[in-house]
């Protein structure tokens, strides 16, 4: 099993309600989007990495499941795990939890390609990325549930 990461840590403002009374899907759209960011630095790909090397990553895959409610003045975190790294794509899932009560509210599968900014192509990551993946993945800690 792969280890998990935190990559997101944060605060329920009410203005992320919606007219249900429960956090807006766009505003765990942002949290999980957040936390890529963090785990792709963690791995090597960094915003600026990308930018200086004319690369990006796109999503080729998401999918969400929203398990509890969250309410506004919750505190929340993140923690991805890497489920499969290959030579174009990597693919990994974030898990949102209620900080407070430790319990899972929503998960996050994304399979991301990366991406030659100039061609419109996916293209080979580099071998740091492999390497740190390959880390990642035989770490041997416990990775995020799957429920």
């Not at 290959?86 to 599968?109: D, P, Q």
Request: aromatic share 8%; charged share 25%; hydrophobic share 40%.
């Amino acid at each position: 099993m792969t280890a998990a990461i935190e990559t997101y840590r944060g605060f329920v403002y009410p203005w992320t309600i919606d007219h249900v009374g429960h956090m807006n899907v766009q505003s765990y759209t942002a949290r999980f989007d957040e936390a890529s960011w963090q785990f792709l630095a963690h791995l090597g790909l960094t915003p600026s990495f990308l930018r200086d090397n004319r690369r990006g990553l796109v999503a080729l895959d998401q999918r969400s499941r929203y398990q509890e409610e969250v309410l506004a003045g919750s505190l929340l975190d993140i923690r991805t795990t890497l489920l499969e790294a290959k030579t174009k794509t990597l693919r990994y899932r974030h898990a949102m939890r209620n900080s407070e009560t430790g319990r899972e509210v929503a998960t996050m599968e994304l399979v991301v390609a990366y991406l030659d900014t100039d061609a419109r192509k996916a293209t080979a990551m580099p071998d740091f990325v492999a390497a740190r993946a390959a880390d990642l993945m035989s770490a041997g800690e416990p990775a995020c549930k799957d429920s």
